[in-house]
């Protein structure tokens, strides 16, 4: 095959395989002129997402994504002539403060062309505070008040993250976000009420793969370091750390704090461990007790390396028991037993019913077998006698 057949030839399949593939979505809607785009929020709220075009509509849907979180958003926007406006109602937690939005719409106008709007972005964040933010490498710190405050945070940011990584071999493989609030009462709307009416302070909250947030209390330092244990675990979970049982995710979390927790005298269940707790006077043995177990298996059970193993091998798919045993060869129920008796208290062994010795049947049919002689004897007895009374 000659030159000039060569390109004629690649240029033929060229134009086969253009037809072949469908055309995107933005071009098939070169006839629709969008006039305005805008989008709203307030926090922990609602965020509003307004199109109009042109022409008249027949369908607009909004699409959008979180930073740091699985899958995509979606909603159907009611429509008035060519405007379209998307509410999107918000609660506390729901989108971790400090994440990117990415939105975009598909539209659908009276004459049937279709568009797909380009992505916009923006930064969700608590509005009624200034904030600030550093960043170094993979490393994003916010924060509101004192400008030199944000170098404080980040390299306790960064010696945290280091901490973990080195005791447990975490890896960080997304970017990490964490955001520093002044108090209690500030951070309340960014994170879900997890102990609902308990009337539990949480000091912080790990609320996806990328972000944490925390005030900045007496020890934020050991905090800090409980939650990025958490956000580094979520990614090598590749989702959210809930998915582990309480023991197994707390655990880890409160090792890595350094300082032991005090509550094992009275060890709850391992059903309890597993799910956590749900009364007020069971978090803190629930936390300090997981620790124990994690503890536990980190120095009686192959260090920390094995307990990474479970963590893979849980996030490949497998079950807690079935994890569990192909690492360390018991199931739950074992490790409880042995997690108890290592802290000193042993599950107290059900007693067993006392089996009667072998020979105690043959006793028993004789003693029924005499007793219903004697009773045959004695009936005959009397028959003869009542007889020989009847003759006379």
């Given at each position: 095959?000659g030159?000039?057949?060569?390109?004629?030839?690649?240029?033929?399949?060229?134009?086969?395989?253009a037809?072949?593939i469908?055309?995107?979505?933005?071009?098939?809607?070169?006839g629709?002129?969008?006039i305005?785009e805008?989008?709203?929020?307030?926090?922990a709220?609602?965020?509003?997402?307004?199109?109009?075009?042109?022409?008249t509509?027949?369908?607009?849907?909004?699409?959008y994504?979180?930073?740091?979180?699985?899958?995509?958003?979606?909603?159907?926007?009611?429509?008035s002539?060519?405007?379209?406006?998307?509410?999107v109602?918000?609660v506390?937690?729901?989108?971790?403060?400090?994440?990117?939005?990415?939105y975009?719409?598909?539209?659908?106008?009276?004459?049937?062309?279709?568009?797909r709007?380009?992505?916009?972005?923006?930064?969700?964040?608590?509005?009624?505070f200034?904030?600030?933010?550093?960043t170094?490498?993979?490393?994003?710190?916010?924060?509101?008040?004192?400008?030199?405050?944000?170098?404080?945070?980040?390299?306790?940011?960064?010696?945290?993250?280091g901490?973990?990584?080195?005791?447990?071999?975490?890896?960080?493989?997304?970017p990490?976000?964490?955001?520093?609030?002044?108090?209690?009462?500030?951070?309340?709307?960014?994170?879900?009420?997890?102990?609902?009416?308990?009337?539990?302070?949480s000091?912080?909250?790990?609320?996806n793969?990328?972000?944490?947030?925390?005030?900045?209390?007496?020890?934020?330092?050991?905090?800090?370091?409980?939650?990025?244990?958490?956000?580094?675990?979520?990614?090598?979970?590749?989702?959210?750390?809930?998915?582990?049982?309480?023991?197994?995710?707390?655990?880890l979390?409160?090792?890595?704090?350094?300082s032991?927790?005090?509550?094992?005298?009275?060890?709850?269940?391992?059903?309890?461990?597993?799910s956590?707790?749900?009364?007020?006077?069971?978090?803190?043995?629930?936390?300090?007790?997981?620790q124990?177990?994690?503890t536990?298996?980190?120095?009686?059970h192959?260090?920390?390396?094995?307990i990474?193993?479970?963590?893979t091998?849980?996030?490949?798919?497998?079950?807690?028991?079935?994890?569990?045993?192909?690492?360390?060869?018991?199931?739950r129920?074992?490790?409880?037993?042995?997690?108890r008796?290592?802290?000193?208290?042993?599950?107290?062994?059900?007693?067993q019913?006392?089996?009667?010795?072998?020979?105690?049947?043959?006793?028993?049919a004789?003693?029924?077998?005499?007793?219903?002689?004697?009773?045959?004897?004695?009936?005959?007895?009397?028959?003869?006698?009542?007889?020989?009374?009847?003759?006379?």
């Amino acid at each position: 095959m000659g030159e000039r057949s060569r390109v004629r030839f690649a240029l033929t399949l060229l134009a086969f395989v253009a037809v072949l593939i469908p055309v995107p979505t933005q071009a098939q809607g070169i006839g629709i002129r969008v006039i305005d785009e805008s989008y709203s929020y307030t926090f922990a709220k609602e965020a509003i997402f307004e199109i109009e075009i042109e022409s008249t509509l027949r369908e607009a849907n909004l699409f959008y994504t979180v930073e740091g979180e699985i899958g995509q958003s979606f909603r159907r926007a009611p429509i008035s002539g060519g405007r379209a406006v998307a509410t999107v109602s918000l609660v506390s937690g729901q989108i971790p403060p400090a994440s990117q939005v990415t939105y975009f719409w598909r539209l659908e106008d009276s004459q049937g062309q279709l568009l797909r709007t380009n992505e916009q972005s923006f930064r969700y964040l608590d509005q009624q505070f200034s904030w600030k933010s550093k960043t170094r490498e993979d490393v994003t710190v916010f924060w509101y008040g004192r400008d030199n405050l944000g170098n404080q945070l980040l390299e306790q940011t960064e010696k945290s993250l280091g901490e973990v990584k080195n005791l447990l071999g975490l890896t960080q493989s997304q970017p990490i976000r964490v955001v520093f609030y002044q108090s209690w009462a500030d951070m309340q709307p960014a994170v879900a009420d997890r102990w609902g009416d308990q009337q539990v302070v949480s000091l912080g909250v790990a609320m996806n793969m990328q972000t944490a947030v925390l005030f900045l209390h007496s020890s934020w330092e050991e905090t800090l370091t409980h939650e990025l244990t958490h956000v580094l675990t979520s990614q090598l979970m590749e989702g959210p750390y809930d998915r582990l049982p309480f023991w197994l995710s707390e655990g880890l979390a409160t090792y890595t704090e350094g300082s032991t927790r005090e509550g094992t005298q009275n060890p709850l269940s391992i059903g309890l461990l597993s799910s956590g707790p749900t009364r007020a006077q069971d978090i803190g043995p629930a936390y300090a007790q997981a620790q124990s177990m994690v503890t536990f298996l980190i120095q009686e059970h192959g260090g920390e390396e094995r307990i990474l193993e479970l963590l893979t091998t849980m996030g490949q798919g497998e079950t807690v028991d079935n994890a569990l045993l192909s690492v360390y060869g018991f199931d739950r129920t074992e490790l409880e037993k042995r997690w108890r008796a290592w802290v000193g208290k042993p599950i107290a062994e059900t007693p067993q019913p006392q089996t009667p010795p072998q020979d105690e049947p043959i006793r028993f049919a004789l003693a029924v077998g005499a007793f219903s002689v004697l009773c045959f004897g004695a009936s005959v007895l009397l028959l003869c006698t009542l007889k020989k009374a009847w003759r006379k």
